[in-house]
């Protein structure tokens, strides 16, 4: 076996004969004795110059194989494998940059590695020639290394309670180990700290007690590291406004605690223009880390499916994948806060881009809260400093965004990992934080539905994340402010909230509403008999019994809906299948086939009202439906009250 080199010498022994005596030759070989070198086991030579690697092969003079590089320090993963190593290059404008590159790609696709670095600015002088890349690859997989690292794949809880990574900080009791993020570099955080804290509190901190919005973006992005704390899964938030409100200066005061806020990079990047797999991958880089999403409603947002979308980020697990060989790719995922801005509700963009009505889940999954909480003068703030207006106010979060950033979170974690340990560990700062998110609920979401207490909760880790932040003196609030904060956004997300029921019922409703407003299209009948053909039957939508006989020529509300197909269709709004759901759920949907959502009378035969033939289709009746009159009218035929749980679904009656 050879002996190692020397760190910075070269021995004369060593060098290859001199073939020629020439003082060229001799002035290149005094060159190399100034390098650092390193001898391969294949018995290659290689020296690194301060502007170049060189490699010496057997006897032959040196050949310069590209522009300087070297390699610092070999990672692994926490399991021990996944070994890679830490390169230093110079680039083309003489800069120096670092890479991380896998040990198995040097071996497998060491050209495509090579490329890689040549993107980022490397030279290679005989890249393809005479075996340069191998050359190259050889000096990066066998060059001696003194320095070890860990490699993480994800930023966030690296050991829960004790060790917490973002992109520049390893906070808690690291062990004297150096780790090194090496996953998906596309939508990864841009996290950095500029100015101090106090800059921070005296300028974003305290300007944000002027909205309750801006406040509540602040917490969320200190509520986010505190989910695995808790049973809660991934969830967000969805500020919605009309343009130029103030959505945006929410997500900046959030951003700012992490990084700066930068209008074309960082973290203000993030957009729902963004692909399905784009915010995929800025999840999976943002577990236990705030996730901000900007511009839902700008450009349509055509390439992304809100509700599908919606539905992956809260339940914190991407899209299953296929390998090239067939093998399973593992699922990535998450766990985190995010908040998104827009000028549309989830559910608006869905009807805008003409797909189905948005599942009550989905918007669980992303509480929608009004940006405006008072008016549209003072846009996302409840008030404004002296002498100054909502846009100036607004201003300085972009202004101070761009200086004063990264300290707060910084600081957070750092006391939040103390606290752990003060109180005894994981376990004990579980059962605080549960404790305060119950009474959080009890006293803000008491009296409401399972459905948006589950939601509450959400509400309450964001609160129960900023009182902590005051008690560690990184917020500069008073004691109970950031809770007042977070009902505050909570009361505007239940306002707007739609519980599965009411959802339901809304869409029921919505098919009476189309007989309402499109009369002309169906075949009227009245309790006294008489029937009226469709003044406009193009299209035929079906036909109608009134709770009433006609009066003055205005009918009243429609008791039984017979729809044809056609009408069924117009009548549901592109959200045919939620409806009839609906329909079915709320017992409004008579059918005798079991499985199927139609009426359909023996044979082909129309169905029979006394004298009156109507044509089979999908039968609707309102709960209440049955006025006096209309009983009457309806006794003894397959609608009477008597008959209706032998024809089909059960019906609510007043």
Same mark, same amino acid.
């Given at each position: 076996?050879?002996?190692?080199?020397?760190?910075?010498?070269?021995?004369?022994?060593?060098?290859?004969?001199?073939?020629?005596?020439?003082?060229?030759?001799?002035?290149?070989?005094?060159?190399?004795?100034?390098?650092?070198? $390193?001898?391969?086991?294949?018995?290659?030579?290689?020296?690194?110059?301060?502007?170049?690697?060189?490699?010496?092969?057997?006897?032959?003079?040196?050949?310069?194989?590209?522009?300087?590089?070297?390699?610092?320090?070999?990672?692994?993963?926490? $399991?021990?494998?996944?070994?890679?190593?830490?390169?230093?290059?110079?680039?083309?404008?003489?800069?120096?940059?670092?890479?991380?590159?896998?040990?198995?790609?040097?071996?497998?696709?060491?050209? *495509?590695?090579?490329?890689?670095?040549?993107?980022?600015?490397?030279?290679?002088?005989?890249?393809?020639?005479?075996?340069?890349?191998?050359?190259?690859?050889?000096?990066?997989?066998?060059?001696?290394?003194?320095?070890?690292? !860990?490699?993480?794949?994800?930023?966030?809880?690296?050991?829960?309670?004790?060790?917490?990574?973002?992109?520049?900080?390893?906070?808690?009791?690291?062990?004297?180990?150096?780790?090194?993020?090496?996953?998906?570099?596309?939508?990864?955080?841009?996290?950095?700290?500029?100015?101090? #804290?106090?800059?921070?509190?005296?300028?974003?901190?305290?300007?944000?007690? $002027?909205?309750?919005?801006?406040?509540?973006?602040?917490?969320?992005?200190?509520?986010?590291?505190?989910?695995?704390?808790?049973?809660?899964?991934?969830?967000?938030? $969805?500020?919605?406004?009309?343009? *130029?409100?103030?959505?945006?200066?929410?997500?900046?005061?959030?951003?700012?605690?992490?990084?700066?806020?930068?209008?074309?990079?960082?973290?203000?990047?993030?957009?729902?223009?963004?692909?399905?797999?784009?915010?995929?991958?800025?999840?999976?880089? /943002?577990?236990?880390?705030?996730?901000?999403?900007?511009?839902?409603?700008?450009?349509?947002?055509?390439?992304?499916?809100?509700?599908?979308?919606?539905?992956?980020?809260?339940?914190?697990?991407?899209?299953?994948?296929?390998?090239?060989?067939?093998?399973?790719?593992?699922?990535?995922?998450?766990?985190?806060?995010?908040?998104?801005?827009?000028?549309?509700?989830?559910? !608006?963009?869905?009807?805008?881009?003409?797909?189905?009505?948005?599942?009550?889940?989905?918007?669980?999954?992303?509480?929608?809260?009004?940006?405006?909480?008072?008016?549209?003068?003072?846009?996302?703030?409840?008030?404004?400093?002296?002498?100054?207006?909502?846009?100036? #106010?607004?201003?300085?979060?972009?202004?101070?965004?761009?200086?004063?950033?990264?300290?707060?979170?910084?600081?957070?974690?750092?006391?939040?990992?103390?606290?752990?340990?003060?109180?005894?560990?994981?376990?004990?700062?579980?059962?605080?934080?549960?404790?305060?998110?119950?009474?959080?609920?009890?006293? /803000?979401?008491? /009296?409401?539905?399972?459905?948006?207490?589950?939601?509450?909760?959400?509400?309450?880790?964001?609160?129960?994340?900023?009182?902590?932040?005051?008690?560690?003196?990184?917020?500069?609030?008073?004691?109970?402010?950031?809770?007042?904060?977070?009902?505050?956004?909570?009361?505007?997300?239940?306002?707007?909230?739609?519980?599965?029921?009411?959802?339901?019922?809304?869409?029921? !409703?919505?098919?009476?509403?189309?007989?309402?407003?499109?009369?002309?299209?169906?075949?009227?009948?009245?309790?006294?008999?008489?029937?009226?053909?469709?003044?406009?039957?193009?299209?035929?939508?079906?036909?109608?019994?009134?709770?009433?006989?006609?009066?003055?020529?205005?009918?009243?509300?429609?008791?039984?809906?017979?729809?044809?197909?056609?009408?069924?269709?117009?009548?549901?709004?592109?959200?045919?299948?939620?409806?009839?759901?609906?329909?079915?759920?709320?017992?409004?949907?008579?059918?005798?086939?079991?499985?199927?959502?139609?009426?359909?009378?023996?044979?082909? !035969?129309?169905?029979?009202?006394?004298?009156?033939?109507?044509?089979?289709?999908?039968?609707?009746?309102?709960?209440?439906?049955?006025?006096?009159?209309?009983?009457?009218?309806?006794?003894?035929?397959?609608?009477?009250?008597?008959?209706?749980?032998?024809?089909?679904?059960?019906?609510?009656?007043?």
């Amino acid at each position: 076996m050879k002996p190692k080199a020397e760190a910075n010498n070269v021995s004369a022994d060593i060098l290859p004969p001199d073939p020629l005596d020439g003082v060229a030759h001799q002035a290149e070989v005094e060159n190399v004795r100034s390098r650092n070198k $390193h001898e391969a086991p294949s018995g290659n030579v290689f020296f690194v110059g301060a502007d170049d690697l060189q490699v010496v092969i057997g006897d032959k003079s040196p050949i310069k194989l590209c522009s300087y590089i070297d390699v610092e320090a070999e990672g692994y993963d926490r $399991h021990g494998g996944g070994r890679c190593r830490l390169v230093r290059f110079a680039d083309t404008f003489g800069k120096i940059r670092k890479a991380t590159v896998m040990m198995s790609e040097l071996v497998k696709n060491q050209n *495509s590695v090579l490329a890689t670095l040549a993107d980022q600015g490397l030279s290679l002088y005989r890249a393809n020639a005479q075996g340069g890349n191998a050359h190259v690859a050889e000096f990066i997989r066998t060059r001696e290394v003194e320095r070890y690292f !860990q490699t993480v794949d994800s930023f966030g809880w690296f050991e829960l309670g004790k060790k917490f990574i973002i992109p520049n900080a390893t906070f808690g009791d690291a062990d004297g180990q150096e780790m090194i993020y090496n996953g998906e570099t596309e939508q990864a955080p841009q996290y950095s700290q500029g100015g101090t #804290l106090k800059q921070w509190q005296d300028t974003i901190g305290t300007n944000a007690k $002027h909205s309750s919005r801006v406040a509540f973006a602040v917490c969320m992005a200190m509520a986010s590291p505190l989910l695995r704390f808790t049973s809660e899964g991934s969830g967000g938030f $969805h500020l919605v406004g009309k343009s *130029s409100m103030g959505k945006s200066t929410a997500l900046r005061a959030g951003v700012s605690v992490w990084g700066q806020v930068l209008e074309d990079s960082g973290e203000m990047k993030v957009s729902w223009n963004a692909t399905g797999n784009g915010l995929e991958l800025a999840a999976k880089s /943002h577990t236990d880390l705030p996730l901000f999403i900007d511009e839902l409603g700008q450009g349509e947002n055509a390439k992304v499916d809100f509700e599908q979308v919606i539905y992956m980020l809260g339940n914190g697990v991407g899209k299953r994948r296929m390998a090239k060989d067939t093998k399973g790719v593992a699922l990535a995922n998450w766990r985190l806060l995010f908040m998104s801005a827009g000028e549309y509700t989830a559910a !608006q963009m869905m009807e805008r881009l003409r797909r189905r009505d948005i599942a009550t889940g989905a918007e669980i999954r992303m509480a929608t809260i009004d940006a405006i909480p008072v008016s549209e003068e003072l846009g996302v703030f409840e008030s404004v400093p002296r002498g100054m207006d909502s846009k100036e #106010l607004a201003d300085t979060f972009a202004e101070f965004g761009a200086r004063f950033y990264g300290t707060a979170g910084v600081a957070f974690m750092e006391r939040f990992i103390a606290d752990v340990a003060r109180r005894g560990g994981v376990e004990a700062m579980r059962e605080l934080i549960a404790k305060r998110l119950k009474e959080w609920v009890e006293v /803000h979401a008491r /009296h409401y539905c399972g459905q948006i207490q589950r939601v509450a909760k959400r509400f309450a880790l964001v609160a129960v994340a900023g009182e902590l932040a005051t008690e560690y003196g990184v917020l500069p609030w008073a004691t109970g402010e950031a809770s007042n904060f977070a009902d505050a956004c909570f009361r505007s997300f239940v306002e707007n909230f739609e519980t599965s029921e009411q959802k339901e019922l809304r869409l029921c !409703q919505g098919v009476i509403d189309y007989v309402i407003a499109y009369p002309e299209n169906f075949t009227s009948v009245y309790p006294d008999g008489k029937v009226y053909p469709a003044a406009n039957p193009r299209p035929l939508c079906g036909s109608v019994i009134y709770g009433a006989t006609l009066s003055g020529d205005v009918p009243s509300d429609p008791a039984v809906v017979i729809f044809l197909g056609r009408g069924m269709t117009l009548a549901c709004g592109g959200a045919q299948r939620e409806t009839i759901a609906a329909l079915m759920s709320q017992k409004w949907l008579v059918t005798n086939q079991k499985g199927k959502y139609q009426y359909k009378p023996r044979g082909k !035969q129309p169905i029979k009202i006394g004298e009156i033939s109507l044509p089979a289709g999908y039968v609707v009746i309102p709960a209440g439906a049955y006025s006096p009159e209309l009983k009457k009218f309806l006794e003894n035929t397959i609608f009477s009250e008597s008959r209706r749980s032998k024809v089909g679904l059960g019906q609510k009656t007043a």
